[in-house]
């Protein structure tokens, strides 16, 4: 009796933390849809709505600040892989200049995730406009040498992410 009373309590919380789950990721598509990416905003936050207790503009925010920071994780492993690969000694220059924006672009998420937790708005939207130009700056040089840029794709969307955290971040509260 008492295994089946624990089995009915374990299929019960499953129960309530999906139904959580499905509220949260409502209440993320309904903040990411007043941003200018809202697929992108919805599809790199959405999935981690589950674990925060309230969605609101500040969690979104959070939440697309890790996101934003995995994708340029992936970018700069790109850069190096293309780095190594590289077809001629401009395009192996312009990745490894990328790698570098990437690092800085690393450091002003954590920037940014400083001023998330005291919802400074005026910095997190000036991190999020030199992670910007950071990307910016790596498809610059494959413009000046002429080349196909192999990161392009990615540092589209986290221009397009940083965007959207700028818009955000005007929708904190004053604390």
Do not use: W
């Given at each position: 009796m008492a295994g089946a009373r624990a089995v009915l309590v374990v299929v019960l919380?499953?129960?309530?933390?999906?139904?959580?789950?499905?509220?949260n990721t409502?209440?993320?598509?309904?903040?990411?849809r007043n941003t200018p990416f809202p697929d992108l905003?919805?599809?790199?936050?959405?999935?981690?709505?589950?674990?925060?207790?309230?969605v609101d503009p500040l969690t979104v925010l959070e939440m697309q600040v890790d996101a934003?920071?995995?994708r340029v994780r992936?970018?700069?492993?790109r850069a190096k892989k293309g780095a190594k690969?590289?077809?001629?000694?401009?395009?192996k220059r312009a990745l490894n200049l990328c790698k570098s924006y990437y690092l800085d672009a690393g450091d002003n998420l954590g920037a940014c995730k400083?001023?998330?937790?005291?919802?400074?708005?005026?910095?997190?939207?000036?991190?999020?406009?030199?992670?910007?130009?950071?990307?910016?700056?790596?498809?610059?040089?494959?413009?000046?040498?002429?080349a196909k840029n192999p990161?392009?794709?990615?540092n589209k969307s986290l221009v397009e992410m940083s965007e959207n955290c700028r818009v955000l971040s005007n929708m904190i509260p004053a604390s």
């Open positions: 919380a499953a129960a309530v933390a999906l139904q959580l789950a499905d509220a409502a209440a993320v598509a309904e903040v990411c905003c919805t599809g790199s936050s959405g999935k981690h709505a589950a674990k925060y207790r309230t934003f920071k995995k992936a970018a700069s492993r690969a590289a077809a001629n000694p401009d395009q400083r001023a998330i937790v005291f919802k400074d708005g005026v910095t997190i939207r000036a991190t999020m406009s030199m992670a910007a130009q950071d990307m910016q700056n790596c498809d610059e040089e494959f413009r000046k040498v002429a990161v392009c794709d990615l």
